[in-house]
Nanobody, 123 residues
Framework: QVQPVESGGGLVQAGGSLRLSCATSGRTFRRYTVGWFRQAPGKEREFVAAITWSDGSTYYADSVKGRFTISRDNAKNTVYLQMNSLKPEDTAVYYC????????????????WGQGTQITVSS
């Protein structure tokens, strides 16, 4: 099984950029869909973006479309989330998660989760 491990969180000013990484300490992400979710204080965990390892298909939440880009590096077995034009409302703990096969946007459909990394966007 895969074990996602996130890195790259931090504090950034509004309008700035950050890149998150998600690697696995277990098996490779081959055959998996890897998704990013986020959870702000007092709110439910929400879908951000996902990518299928097999063909690189992607899907984004409307709130991040055009600002965030998800990608994968086969050689490094790593998924990235490039976040540009960050807004204070992007502040949350960001989680990487994995599931076999197709993209879905429901958190409960993902079987493997990282510990999360904090993103704070100051105004």
């Amino acid at each position: 099984q895969v074990q996602p491990v996130e890195s790259g969180g931090g504090l950034v000013q509004a309008g700035g950029s950050l890149r998150l990484s998600c690697a696995t300490s277990g098996r490779t992400f081959r055959r998996y869909t890897v998704g990013w979710f986020r959870q702000a204080p007092g709110k439910e965990r929400e879908f951000v973006a996902a990518i299928t390892w097999s063909d690189g298909s992607t899907y984004y939440a409307d709130s991040v479309k055009g600002r965030f880009t998800i990608s994968r590096d086969n050689a490094k077995n790593t998924v990235y989330l490039q976040m540009n034009s960050l807004k204070p409302e992007d502040t949350a703990v960001y989680y990487c998660a994995a599931r076999l096969y197709s993209i879905v946007i429901v958190a409960g459909a993902y079987d493997y989760w990282g510990q999360g990394t904090q993103i704070t966007v100051s105004s």
